[in-house]
């Protein structure tokens, strides 16, 4: 089983930046899939960003063009850029791995329900993100 810890979140004020890390240990032998998913208050998880096997990222239509995932894969380090961040980026932010690629085929709404969340293989117990006007 491979295990993963987040890292990177805080306080910060809209327009300002953070760089989360999330750190996979343990089983790295198997090929894992990475991606980053963020809970908010009284919402359900959804999904950010992922980064395929190629190095193509998917991103959430809410995050495209201020997120920037990245993977190393040397450090077996999945990270996430976070740029102009708004209030609306508050939440938890988690790291997820599966042994199944994770990029979505249409769009991480449409293509992850609640149950394939709750089955992907490992998670990380998250970091928060909080982003005050």
């Known amino acids: 089983q491979v295990r993963l810890v987040e890292s990177g979140g805080g306080s910060v004020q809209v327009g300002e930046s953070l760089r989360l890390s999330c750190v996979a240990s343990g089983d790295t032998k198997r090929k894992y899939y990475m991606a980053w998913f963020r809970q908010a208050p009284g919402k359900e998880r959804e999904g950010v960003a992922t980064i395929n096997q190629n190095g193509a990222p998917s991103y959430d239509d809410s995050v495209k063009g201020r997120f920037t995932v990245s993977m190393d894969n040397a450090k077996n380090t999945l990270y996430l850029q976070m740029n102009n961040l708004k209030p609306e980026d508050t939440a938890m932010y988690f790291c997820?791995?599966?042994?199944?690629?994770?990029?979505?085929?249409?769009?991480?709404?449409?293509?992850?329900?609640?149950?394939?969340?709750?089955?992907?293989?490992?998670w990380g117990q998250g970091t928060l993100v909080i982003v005050s006007s």
């Open positions: 997820a791995a599966d042994v199944l690629p994770l990029t979505p085929l249409v769009g991480f709404k449409s293509d992850y329900s609640e149950i394939r969340i709750n089955n992907l293989a490992a």
